[in-house]
C-alpha cells in the first residue's frame, strides 16, 4: 500500500519558488539565491521520497537556482567601455517569477467566476439523440474539430473486436485502396454517410486505421467535407462535389 | 413587431434552447424583427422577471443570451442535482486556462515553461471538457499543435467575451518604476491561495499606489 502524503500544495518548481521568499520575506529584485535554494532543496528531497514523477520538474529549478549561484561567484570579465551593464543572472529567473505570478492572479480570480456561474442553473439534460435530416444537417452555426473526429475514430476502434493473439502479416490495403472505397461508398450513398458507418463495416482495426487515414488525406485534398450536428452527436462524411455531379 | 409582441417569442425560443442564442441567431428565427434591438427586449423581460419575483433570469453569456436560475436559489437546485454537478476545476487547471485565454494560440511547450511544470496531462482533461481546442499548428520546431479557449470556456465561466476576464496585470505595473519592491513583495504574498481579507485589501492598495 502507497501513502500519499499531500504537502503544502505547490503547483510547480515557480510556485514553491514564490513561497519561498514570500516566506523569507526576501526582496525578489535581490534573491539570496544560496539560502532559498537550500530551503529549496530540502523540498524536494521530500518530494522526491514521495513523487519520483513530480520531482522531476522541481529537479531542473534545483539546477537552474545552482547555476545562477554559479554564475554570480564567478569573476566577471572586465566591462568594456562601451558594453551595456552586465545583467544580473537573477533577471531571467526574476522575470519567470513575475509571469507565472501574473497568471496565479488570474486564475484566482477565474476561480470566483467559476463559483458565481455554478450558482446559475440552466435546463440541461437535453436530449442529445435529436433526429437529423440527411440533407439539413449543413448548418454553419455548427463547427467541428480535428478533435471531434479524433475522438469519434477512437470510439469506433473501441468497437472493434478485440484480437488476442498477433501474426505479423502484410496489411491487406493501401490508402490509395481506401480512398476509392470511401468515394465509392459516398456515390452509393447519394455522397454522403455517417462516419461509422463508413468504418462499421471493417472488420479490422489496422483496416479501419487506414481508411482514417485516407479520409484524412480526401480532407486534405477538398473532396471531401466533415460535420458534425451537435456537440457529440454524429459526424457526417460528405462528398464535396456530390451535388455538381448530378 | 414591436418589443411588446417580440417578448414572448424571444423568451419561448431562448427557453427551448439548450445553449446561449446569440442575436443573429434570433434575427434568423425571428423574421418578423426586422431591425430590433434584441438587448432592449431581454432587458425588458429581465424586468419582467424581476417586478413578479420569478425565479429565472436571462444572462447574457458566450455571446448569446441563456436562461437560468437566479443565484438565490442555487442550494435547493444543488441538492436535487447531488452527485451530479461537475467538479471544479483544479488549481492547475485553472492557471492552464489563464495562461491559454491570454496567450492563444499557445503550444503546450508554451504553457508549460510559464507554469515550469509538464501540462500535458491537464491539457489533455481540458480537451476532454472542450474548454479548449485544437486551433492550429505553430511555425516553430516540429510545428506543434496550438490550443485556444472555446465557447464552452465562455459558458463556464459565465462570460460574454474573452475581454471581461481579469486582466493579468503587465510585468511593467508589476515593476512600478523601480522603487516600488515593497509593494510588489506585497502584491506576491497576497497572490498565494490562502490568502485573507486583509491581504486582498493591502494588494489592491498597492495597486492603487502604483497607479497614482
Do not use: C
Not at chain 1, 513561497?19 to 544560496?34: A, C, G, M, T
Not at chain 1, 517569477?97 to 442553473?121: C, I, N, P, T
Not at chain 1, 469519434?152 to 490508402?175: C, D, G, S, W, Y
Not at chain 2, 428565427?29 to 438587448?39: M, R, W
Amino acid at each position: 500500500m502507497i501513502y500519499r502524503v499531500q504537502l503544502e500544495n505547490f503547483e510547480g518548481p515557480l510556485d514553491l519558488l514564490l513561497y519561498l521568499i514570500k516566506k523569507n520575506e526576501v526582496d525578489l529584485f535581490n534573491i539570496p539565491i544560496s539560502e532559498i535554494t537550500r530551503q529549496y532543496l530540502e523540498y524536494i528531497e521530500i518530494i522526491q521520497m514521495l513523487d519520483l514523477e513530480g520531482a522531476s520538474d522541481f529537479i531542473l529549478m534545483a539546477a537552474t537556482l545552482i547555476r545562477i549561484k554559479a554564475k554570480m561567484l564567478l569573476p566577471k570579465p572586465p566591462v568594456e567601455m562601451d558594453e551595456e551593464e552586465e545583467e544580473d543572472p537573477r533577471d531571467e529567473l526574476v522575470r519567470r517569477l513575475l509571469e507565472y505570478q501574473r497568471f496565479k492572479e488570474v486564475a484566482l480570480k477565474m476561480a470566483d467566476f467559476e463559483s458565481q456561474r455554478q450558482l446559475l442553473y440552466t435546463r440541461r439534460y437535453f436530449n442529445q439523440q435529436v433526429e437529423l435530416e440527411p440533407h439539413d444537417w449543413w448548418d454553419p452555426q455548427n463547427s467541428y474539430t480535428l478533435f471531434d473526429l479524433m475522438w469519434a475514430f477512437k470510439e469506433i476502434l473501441q468497437r472493434a473486436p478485440k484480437v488476442t493473439q498477433h501474426n505479423v502479416e502484410q496489411i491487406p490495403v493501401t490508402i490509395d485502396d481506401q480512398i476509392n472505397y470511401i468515394l465509392k461508398q459516398l456515390d452509393q450513398n447519394e455522397g454522403q454517410l455517417l462516419f461509422y458507418e463508413l468504418l462499421e463495416k471493417l472488420k479490422k482495426r489496422i483496416i479501419m486505421i487506414v481508411t482514417f487515414l485516407s479520409l484524412l488525406e480526401l480532407i486534405r485534398r477538398g473532396e471531401v467535407e466533415v460535420t458534425q450536428s451537435s456537440t457529440f452527436g454524429e459526424i457526417w462524411v460528405r462528398r464535396k462535389r456530390w451535388t455538381s455531379l448530378n | 413587431m414591436d418589443v411588446s409582441q417580440l417578448k414572448p417569442v424571444v423568451e419561448a425560443i431562448i427557453f427551448a434552447s439548450d445553449g446561449p442564442v446569440t442575436p443573429r441567431m434570433l434575427k434568423n428565427y425571428i423574421e418578423e424583427a426586422n431591425g430590433v434591438d434584441f438587448e432592449q427586449v431581454i432587458e425588458a423581460l429581465n424586468h419582467d422577471y424581476h417586478n413578479s419575483g420569478r425565479a429565472i433570469q436571462i444572462v447574457k453569456v458566450a455571446g448569446g443570451y441563456q436562461m437560468t436560475t437566479r443565484p438565490e436559489f442555487a442550494a435547493w437546485i444543488k441538492k436535487m442535482y447531488m452527485g451530479r454537478t461537475s467538479n471544479r476545476l483544479s488549481r492547475a487547471a485553472l492557471e492552464t486556462l489563464a495562461i491559454i485565454a491570454f496567450k492563444q494560440p499557445i503550444s503546450k511547450a508554451e504553457v508549460a515553461a510559464i507554469r515550469g511544470v509538464n501540462s500535458d496531462g491537464v491539457i489533455k482533461n481540458l480537451l476532454e471538457r472542450r474548454l479548449i481546442t485544437i486551433s492550429g499548428r505553430g511555425e516553430g520546431l516540429g510545428r506543434p499543435l496550438l490550443y485556444s479557449t472555446t465557447p464552452e470556456f465562455l459558458q463556464y465561466f459565465g462570460i460574454n467575451d474573452i475581454s471581461d476576464l481579469p486582466k493579468p496585470r503587465e510585468i511593467e505595473e508589476l515593476f512600478g518604476e523601480g522603487k516600488y519592491v515593497d509593494q510588489i513583495i506585497e502584491a506576491l504574498s497576497s497572490g498565494d491561495a490562502s490568502e485573507d481579507e486583509s491581504q486582498e485589501d493591502s494588494h489592491q492598495d498597492a495597486n492603487q499606489q502604483s497607479d497614482a
